[in-house]
């Protein structure tokens, strides 16, 4: 397992082209937000915005639209019952972000299994939370495009079938091997598994442990693929990125909240740019 270092950020986080506009750097949905859950999508879709992330919409129930503009006007708002609006949505979209605060009920598993009919391999979808959950528990066939699953320890026993105790690297690969896909596996030392390697993320403070922590990262990881060209670099900058943020903020703070990375984004980025 290789230990990631602060080389992955100029690596990946590239000085902007003048010759540019919000089309460059890319196109993102984000799907979830249930009637109990819209904090999630809202923090998920924050982090993707403020993380450079080109055009922003947000797919979630209706009882969050006025929460989501308040609290983020960058962000576009589509109800995710409207089918139509959905597979246009998607299907216009470069990266998608779904399952923070999606919940696991009839509507969540349709609007998942909508998606994942609607997917191409010219796009890349990212599935937290209860996503994860739904495809654990109702068994789905994952689609066959580049995929970043991001489950904490217990999601990813519910769609491995690996028991948290028995999590090794071993373990872990040879059912990422059979997932194709990249996976962020998240605890108090995340380990990426991508298709050509394993890393371990040496940061991250226990000042993170809150609620909203993995939906902000998957809003990154999303901001991050949508902009960057590299997509394993995309997701390891990002994985670094929010937990060296975290310890700058926790040199001070008891506790670290997930909008506080956020916003520390654009400043953090900046200062970890490569030169063009
Ligand atoms: N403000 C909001 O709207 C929030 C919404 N959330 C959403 O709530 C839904 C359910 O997610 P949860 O993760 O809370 O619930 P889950 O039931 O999926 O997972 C929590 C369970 O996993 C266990 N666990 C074991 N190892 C763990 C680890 N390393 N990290 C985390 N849990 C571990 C916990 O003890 C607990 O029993 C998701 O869609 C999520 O996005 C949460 O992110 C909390 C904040
Ligand atoms: N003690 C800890 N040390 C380092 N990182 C932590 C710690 N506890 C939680 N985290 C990080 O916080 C995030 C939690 O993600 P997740 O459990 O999905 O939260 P949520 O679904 O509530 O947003 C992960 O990125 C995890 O690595
Ligand atoms: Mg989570």
New binding site residues.
């Given amino acids: 397992m290789q230990t990631l270092t602060a080389k992955i950020l100029p690596q990946t986080i590239r000085q902007r082209p003048a010759d540019s506009y919000k089309g460059t750097y890319g196109r993102i949905v984000l799907i ?2 249930n009637q ?6 809202i ?1 998920a879709s924050a982090a993707a915005v403020y993380a450079g992330a080109g055009l922003v919409t947000t797919l979630t129930d209706p009882s969050n639209q006025g929460s989501l503009h308040a609290r983020l006007p960058e962000a576009m708002f589509a109800d995710y019952h409207d089918t139509a609006l959905l597979t246009s949505l998607v299907t216009g979209a470069n990266v998608i972000v779904i ?5 696991t009920d009839a509507t969540a598993l349709a609007t998942l299994q909508r998606v994942f009919t609607l997917v191409t391999p010219q796009q890349t979808l990212v599935v ?3 996503a994860i ?1 739904l495809v654990a528990e109702h068994q789905l066939a994952l689609p066959a495009v580049p995929l970043v699953l991001t489950p ?4 990813w ?1 519910r769609i491995s079938g690996i028991r ?1 105790a028995d999590q090794t690297e071993a373990a872990n690969r040879q059912m990422v091997d059979r997932l194709h896909a990249t996976v962020v596996l ?3 030392r995340t380990e990426i598994y991508t298709p050509t390697g394993t890393y371990e993320n040496p940061l991250g403070t226990p000042a993170q442990a809150t ?5 902000t990262l998957a809003g990154m990881v999303g901001g991050f693929l949508a902009q960057f060209s590299n997509p394993t670099d995309a997701v390891l900058a990002a994985v670094y990125s929010h937990s060296a943020i975290a310890e700058e903020l926790a040199r001070t703070q008891y506790v670290v909240l997930p909008h506080q990375i956020t916003e520390q984004l654009p400043t953090f980025m900046k200062a970890h740019e490569a030169q063009a």
């Fill in positions: 979830g937000g109990n859950f819209g904090g999630a999508i923090m399952g923070p605060g999606l919940g937290d939370g209860s959950t904490h320890q217990m999601e026993q948290i998240k605890s108090h609620g909203g922590m993995g939906d």
